[in-house]
């Protein structure tokens, strides 16, 4: 996307990246913790110690009870009940299994929803009931921690965040807003200074808020920023929002007007299995990365792109033989929708400026464009032979594709291939 991308949503190009994207076969290497894992670790910590990174951000929501793939917003606001899916072969049966009552993956024992609280309470219950699936966990945070700071005389700062998983516009802009003032908080606390690095790692969703957030920081007081900040101010308002949401907002619009929201600290981001949908404005970053658990199946030669065959890809999909089926599907279109009316009314006002798509047969033909690579940053394909070829296994396990990324075996490589794209000499 252009620079002062001013919220422009992503074009779904089916053309060739090019250089942008790279293809990798994932080698998980020495076992986790092991003394060459950590010689390794420890070797990473000094590259990114060098290169000025003072703190990494784990940011990720959870599957739980949060309708992954979206369909929520196909079902009611798309014509699915209207009959729109009839004559499609093969569509009825992938909507089922997309689903959140009929996909396979469970809820919180407990029955909670979103919005989640980012608290040490919800993470400890996501630990338990989702362990390392779609998850940076906290023995995934302390792994890394121990893993790069061995030997550093001034470590580097591990933190998870959580965000609140509304997987609607409004959420999300709610979910950007807080992150940039976490960002600046943390700025503050660390007494960071020019040239210093913050590198966030995000899950799914969770990168779709931070390209929300780098449209916002790469604004110069744009039309675009001022509908979205009018929206988030008129919901607090409306919904007597805690004093710490309305503050967050006032205090990074006023930020963002002077110039000073970071003061020279860059912002690196690396996504996994984010979805392809909000353009991303690169001004206001450092390095961008987008990884994406693929397997290259199409038989055209286009391999940077995912295969979308009907009815085939609901055959494929319990066996999770194309990679990430969540960051393919859960695009434009699709969404949860806000329980209050107030909700409703700001997403509506954010999905104006947002995402010009609506309706079954738009989503559709945005998903049959199976594009895998975000239009702007670095691309890396990995097949990371989470497959079950032959008998499926439980959803929750592999979430179709979407848990790769997380898993501790996963922690070396890629930590290496961070290394390689961003910092290494």
């Keep these: 996307m252009p620079i002062g991308n001013n919220f422009q949503h992503a074009a ?48 990720h929501g959870t599957f739980l009870n949060s309708d992954v793939f979206g369909i929520q917003r196909l079902d009611e606001a798309g014509g699915l009940k209207r009959g729109y899916s ?40 996501i630990d338990s009931d989702a362990g390392e699936a779609a998850n940076f966990s906290a023995s995934y945070l302390r792994s890394v921690s121990a893993g790069i700071n061995r030997g550093l005389s001034h470590p580097i700062r591990c933190q998870r965040v959580l965000w609140s998983c509304e997987h609607h516009h409004l959420g999300r802009a709610l979910g950007a807003a807080m992150l940039l003032d976490r960002l ?21 969703q969770a990168g779709l808020v931070l390209a929300l957030g780098s449209n916002l920081i790469g604004a110069v007081d744009s039309t675009g920023m001022k509908t979205f900040f009018d929206a988030l101010e008129s919901y607090s308002q409306r919904t007597g929002a805690p004093e710490e949401t309305r503050g967050a907002i006032q205090g990074l619009k006023s930020k963002l007007r002077d110039g000073a929201l970071l003061d020279g600290i860059a912002v690196d981001i690396v996504t996994y299995g984010t979805p392809v949908r909000y353009g991303w404005d690169p001004a206001g970053l450092g390095k961008l990365l987008h990884v994406v658990n693929h397997r290259p199946m199409r038989t055209d030669g286009k391999k940077w792109l995912a295969k979308m065959d009907l009815p085939q890809i609901t055959m ?34 954010l999905w104006e400026l947002l995402e010009p ?30 497959a079950a070829m032959t008998t499926p296994t439980p959803a929750k396990d592999h979430l179709y594709g979407h848990a790769a990324y997380t898993r501790q075996n996963a922690i070396l490589f890629n930590m290496t291939e961070i290394v390689q794209a961003f910092y290494s000499s």
């Design 86 to 125: 009839r004559g499609i072969p093969g569509v009825d049966a992938l909507l089922a299994l997309m689903r959140e009552d009929s996909n396979g993956i469970p809820g919180f024992q407990d029955g909670s929803r979103p919005p989640l609280l980012d608290d040490d309470k919800t993470k400890a219950l």
């Design 12 to 59: 779904y190009s089916r053309s060739d990246p090019g250089v942008r994207v790279t293809y990798r076969e994932f080698i998980p290497g020495a076992p986790p913790d092991s003394v060459a894992w950590q010689d390794a670790m420890a070797g990473f910590g000094s590259d990114l110690s060098k290169a000025g990174v003072r703190a990494i951000i784990f940011l």
């Design 316 to 349: 494929e999909m319990p066996l999770v033989w194309g990679g990430d089926y969540v960051q393919q599907l859960a695009i434009a279109g699709t969404d949860a929708v806000p329980t209050t009316t107030e909700g409703q009314e700001v997403n509506k006002v």
């Design 184 to 204: 600046r908080t943390l700025s503050q606390q660390q007494d960071l200074k020019q040239g210093d690095r913050i590198l966030v790692l995000a899950h799914g």
């Design 357 to 386: 798509y609506d309706g079954f047969e738009r989503w559709l033909e945005c998903a049959r464009k199976a594009v895998r690579c975000q239009p702007d940053g670095e691309c890396l394909l990995v097949d990371y032979k989470d």
